[in-house]
């Protein structure tokens, strides 16, 4: 039984071509019937309630309220309804949301999986520098190919020992 | 008081800006020893006296562990005590934005009760001005204190070559969990503010026998363990060494230090003090630090060197040293 979800970071702003390698995968989870969920930026400052839908394809659509997907959102409520324990965090890397997002699934509890070639950058030092930081804390470097493969063997995710140094 | 927000009315000096005044002296309760007079008179029992102020104006008023109540009273009561000085009164005057909820105000000065309570002083004398929407940010405190000094004060004139430097607690919390807040960075309910009262934990060391041994201390607040290092650096002219394994730090507060590009060690605390102690009884002053609530992580952190030329060093964990520059333009504002 698959515990984990997609959770997709700025995509809905920054559209991807059909035939990238990000587009492939998400529709291959799709097809796996598994849950995908995207948080959005351009937050409303007069209206800051949490905004989620489901769309017609059935992804989760989340408002990002302030850095973290997870503050003042139900992204943990919607995580948890599901019995998700493996967060996949895939999108472009914009600020600082990657890591307070993923930190902040890692201090509730979930494992955190980040595919290198999942994150969409023009700054090889900003990817460079994220993934040194979620190895060295929490984080799970995985590819997307081999999230894929895992995810067709129908097994949970193995779980990373983690050692704060 | 009928009203559930401050108006202009209440800094009037009118019947409004009575009943305020009135309600601000029954939140206070034992605390408030002010006569409603135009200023307080009051008894002091030692040759000397130390006096300091500081204004408070952070943001968010309400954090964890804390509010702008609680470090209007710990951040005097911390300066008083840190030089030696036992506090005893402290003024209070507050300038509110029209608006602010009265609610709001009145958990502020059940924090600023209850703080005063644990730090043991009074408040004596008090002002309160009310200005129009958007001519300040919701609430701002300013706090005086005075303290007896019945020993000579504590100098940074005193350190001397071999002397160690110790941390009485973690550094950084109050930061991150402030920057966190804000941003909502994920950190807020892993990191918690150490803003506490710090004097009943140096009356404790300064009363033991060995206080005489203890040359100086800081509390470690705006600018960090760095600013307060290169303080006693530039006064004493001796270049001081630290271990950076031996810093006292939040794995969560390393991990948000990190990800921000800020060192911890430029970062504002509210319940950390660095002393500096002759070598002889180091080990006893963290021991009787680690004896109470507010310094269970007291650790030596590093020495007093004889070179002279005043450089402030760190020895990173493969041995190296490295200079530690003094924080330049870099402050984050308003943590206190």
Avoid at chain 1, 18 to 43: M, N, Y
Avoid at chain 2, 219 to 224: F, N, W, Y
Avoid at chain 2, 286 to 303: C, F, K, M, S
Wanted: glycine share 8%; charged share 20%; aromatic share 6%.
């Amino acid at each position: 039984m698959i515990d984990a979800a997609v959770v997709t970071l700025n995509l809905s702003e920054h559209p991807i071509a059909d035939d990238s390698d990000i587009a492939v995968f998400l529709e291959t989870w799709r097809a796996l019937s598994l849950p995908l969920i995207h948080l959005k930026g351009g937050t409303d400052k007069q209206d800051q309630q949490v905004q989620a839908a489901r769309s017609a394809s059935q992804d989760i659509q989340i408002q990002l309220v302030k850095e973290s997907g997870f503050y003042q959102t139900n992204l943990q409520a919607e995580l948890d309804r599901m019995n998700i324990r493996t967060v996949i965090l895939i999108g472009w890397l914009q600020g600082i949301l990657f890591q307070t997002t993923s930190a902040d699934a890692y201090f509730n509890g979930y494992q955190v999986i980040v595919p290198p070639d999942g994150v969409i950058t023009d700054s090889p030092e900003d990817l460079q520098s994220l993934l040194e930081w979620l190895e060295l804390y929490f984080g799970d470097l995985t590819s997307l190919q081999a999230i894929l493969q895992h995810a067709q063997s129908g097994q949970p995710f193995p779980e990373k020992q983690v050692e704060i140094p | 008081m009928t009203e559930d927000r401050i108006v202009l009315d209440h800094g009037s000096g009118a019947k409004l800006s009575r009943l305020l005044v009135e309600h601000i002296a029954k939140v206070l309760e034992e605390v408030y020893l002010g006569e409603m007079e135009d200023s307080a008179c009051l008894p002091l029992l030692a040759p000397q006296i130390a006096v300091t102020t500081d204004s408070f104006v952070v943001t968010p008023l309400f954090f964890g562990g804390g509010d702008i109540g609680k470090i209007a009273v710990c951040g005097t009561v911390n300066d008083l005590a840190v030089s030696g000085a036992t506090p005893k009164y402290l003024t209070l005057s507050l300038v509110v934005e029209a608006g602010f909820r009265i609610d709001e105000l009145n958990v502020i000065l059940e924090s600023v009760r209850n703080t005063a309570l644990e730090a043991g002083v009074k408040i004596v004398a008090g002002d309160t001005k009310v200005v129009d929407r958007g001519e300040v940010d919701k609430l701002f405190i300013n706090t005086a204190g005075i303290g007896e000094l019945h020993h000579p004060p504590l100098s940074m004139r005193n350190i001397k070559p071999g002397d160690r430097i110790i941390l009485s607690g973690n550094i950084g919390d109050h930061s991150i969990h402030l920057l966190s807040l804000r941003a909502g960075l994920g950190f807020e309910q892993r990191v918690p503010s150490d803003c506490a009262p710090l004097n009943g934990m140096i009356a404790q060391l300064l009363g033991n026998d060995i206080g005489s041994t203890i040359k100086c201390m800081r509390d470690v607040t705006r600018g960090g363990l760095a600013s307060v290092l290169h303080e006693f650096v530039r006064s004493c002219g001796f270049s001081m060494y630290v271990e950076e394994s031996k810093l006292p730090l939040r794995e969560e507060t390393v991990m948000a230090a990190d990800m921000l590009g800020i060192n911890p060690i430029y970062l504002a605390n509210e319940g950390c003090l660095c002393l500096i102690v002759a070598p002889v009884t180091a080990s006893e002053v963290v021991t009787l630090l680690r004896e109470h609530p507010y310094g269970r992580n007291a650790v030596d952190i590093g020495w007093v060197s004889d070179t002279a030329g005043g450089e402030l060093m760190m020895q990173d964990n493969e041995g190296n040293l490295h200079r530690i520059e003094e924080l330049t333009g870099q402050e984050l504002p308003r943590l206190c």
